[in-house]
């Protein structure tokens, strides 16, 4: 690495000044490989990462294959019923064990030299295992490798690499309920959709992160979606709606100006049949949950960012989105629509219909979403080595942190909650001038 980059990245990566009221982000925190190789270290090596979820592999015997934090790994739900995460790596020799992407497997065979594995992990078979002098003790330390700790809430299943990483609960905070009231919205549960969108950004994956917690770029940016909206007679607007951080670098949005929740609030687009039965569901929520905690599922929409690789947006329709940081300037996105277990046929089209509208990756948001970070990235370089111009303004709505008042959904508030989280875990530099408000990570009380 040149000097000139080294320099560079010693520089602070967070100015907050509390005096002048303005959050900068220093622009390398999307450049530098070695902030990238840093962040590989010290957050996707050391803290909990989303996998996928545990109706993808809903029988014994399932598999899926992806890549987490680089790592190539099997997922899978072995016979005895378990879900697993082994290393997509013969203990062997080190070949890539399986390589199909899913399917249903009792065994994976390694196609180098033969050897064999159930999928508990144990070894079936060893060609030639005559050759080696001790072959018990062989095969109990040929097991395939696990990922030291899986953990499941609300059938979102998580891993770390770390075995001495806290309990996921832990690490979740605030965020678990909000993933609660999903499997809520339907007495039935929820299950995800066969099928994976699988693409690639040429940005940075803290730019995705801040694009889900930008509601600031809504109207500007989706002017075509939000025009559609008012000629179907919804109202567009940014009232009632803010911006929470939630501890451990996660955040919300919580949404109220347009929604798309099929059996949550009715919208004129949906037709009046879906009316009716948005009508019979809200009266069956509310029984089973209460008058309040069916408010809050029902009539809010919410964008929630879990640490550091796991979006859920639910609005217009219900997705999972999995970031998977490949370079600095590259993001592999896959992404699963979660739906109602039990459903009406005609709102499990309407569903589909209004989740392709608008968060597919062909729909009205996701195009114009990728298109705005990629810009993004193009542009810092034009401040590349420019020394205080080379930093990204965040200083929305610090005047009312200040007031304390809480953050709108348009102002930037949840992102500077991820940023400081991020320098606290990468030690990317921190330079604060004044005194924060007591209360900045205040997040809120739903249950």
Known sequence: MSS????????????EDWERLTFRVNREAYRSPEIFARERVDVWLRTWLYLGHETEIPDVNDFKVRTIAGRPLIFCRDTEGQVRAWLNSCPHRGTVLCRETEGSQRRFQCFYHAWTFNNDGTVAAIPDDGAYEDIESLQKNMMLRSVPRLEIHEGYVFISFNPDVPPLLEHLGDAADYMTMIEQQHASGVTTLPGVQLYSVRGNWKLAVENAMDGYHFSPTHNTFVGYLRESGFAVTDDDQYAYNLGNGHSLLVLTGHGGRISMVWEPRFGEDEKVRTEEHRAEMVERLGEERAHYIADESHILFVFPNLLLFD?????????????????????????????HPDSRSLRMKTVVSFVGPGGLATPDDIEAYEAVQRGIEATRGAGDLDYSDMSRGMRDEV?????RSIDEGAMRGFWRYWEEAVGGGLQVTGDRPAGFLEGRNVR
């Open 315 to 343: 609005i217009e329709g219900l997705s999972i989105r999995q970031l998977e940081p490949v370079a600095p300037g590259h993001t592999d996105v896959r992404a699963w629509q979660l739906v109602p277990r039990e459903e």
């Open 4 to 15: 000139e980059v080294s320099e560079r990245v010693a520089e602070p990566m967070l100015v």
């Open 403 to 407: 007031k304390g008042e809480q953050g």
